[in-house]
């Protein structure tokens, strides 16, 4: 069976997880962290819909 890269998986992964009722709160904070952590902006695509 082949192996998906990394980036495939994540973003799989991305597209299907589901944090249940703190789904937007927990992306929102996990993005913030991100963007804080590496002081670089979001990807296209991954910016919060608000």
């Known amino acids: ?3 998906a890269t990394e980036l ?3 973003q ?3 597209a299907n997880c589901d ?4 789904d937007e709160d927990v ?3 996990l993005n913030q962290s ?4 590496s002081g670089k902006a979001l990807p296209i695509g991954y910016e ?3």
């Open 1 to 3: 069976m082949e192996k």
């Open 8 to 10: 495939e998986y994540l």
């Open 12 to 14: 799989w992964f991305y």
């Open 19 to 22: 944090f249940g009722p703190a």
């Open 27 to 29: 992306r929102y904070h």
């Open 34 to 37: 991100f963007v804080e952590e």
């Open 48 to 50: 919060s819909e608000s």
